[in-house]
């Protein structure tokens, strides 16, 4: 894999044609409904947009409205090994994680994108789940690790569907309300591991009840 380049945040031209190409087909392959897109934060608010991850295009169905702004994605290290595949996520502001590894050099990008006023997605499980019905599962600490070293807002998203997705299946995207530093109790003054944990779990929560309020 050739070196990802952590020291400047880039936003690519590619990202914004393959959103207005790409929009158009992803409502005519999935019956995509989108909720709550009133929840989007305005322009120059910091934050991240966590969303649980059971298909490939998740990132693709979460930034497709316009109401969204351009998303700063990571992703697993593996999917850049190929140089082609690294261009093309590169260009569709993906940045790579080596997943298990402590990648300190993925979390200090993730705090750049956000210092500098970009928004920055994560899927905060870490891996895409392919069983257990879709149903999301435990976050890991990054997301609250990122959100807490910046002071940052999250905005849960889940992606919800009866069963895997496929092409032709209803498929609805409900963005929730915002999570504040203050919900996460980022200010007490002796914060540490536990409450790392309990914030990464109080978003994994609130995807959780998106979920199951559109999958019966």
Not at 4 to 15: A, G, I, N, Q
Not at 97 to 105: A, L, P, Y
Not at 143 to 160: R, S
Not at 174 to 182: D, M, Q
Request: with cysteine.
């Amino acid at each position: 894999m050739r070196e990802f380049d952590y020291s400047t945040v880039r936003e690519y031209k590619l990202y914004n044609f393959v959103k207005t190409v790409f929009k158009p087909l992803i409502k005519l392959v999935f019956k995509v409904e989108y909720k709550g897109l009133e929840n989007i934060p305005p322009k120059g608010t910091r934050y991240i947009v966590a969303i649980n991850h059971t298909f490939a295009l998740d990132p693709v169905l979460v930034a497709a409205p316009k109401q969204v702004p351009t998303l700063h994605f990571m992703g697993k290290a593996e999917l850049f090994k190929n140089p082609l595949s690294a261009w093309f996520l590169t260009h569709m502001q993906s940045f790579p994680v080596r997943r298990g590894k402590g990648d300190t050099s993925a979390i200090e990008y993730g705090e750049k994108i956000i210092e500098e006023g970009h928004v920055m997605a994560i899927c905060p499980e870490g891996r895409r789940v392919k069983d257990k019905g879709g149903k999301p599962q435990k976050a890991k600490a990054g997301v609250a690790i990122i959100a807490k070293a910046t002071n940052a807002n999250i905005l849960p998203v889940a992606i919800c569907c009866n069963g895997p997705i496929k092409p032709g299946k209803k498929v609805t995207v409900s963005y929730g309300k915002i999570i504040t530093p203050e919900d996460m109790n980022f200010g007490k003054e002796d914060f540490g591991r536990t409450d790392i944990s309990n914030a990464a779990g109080m978003v994994m929560d609130r995807i959780k009840e998106l979920w199951e309020a559109e999958v019966k």
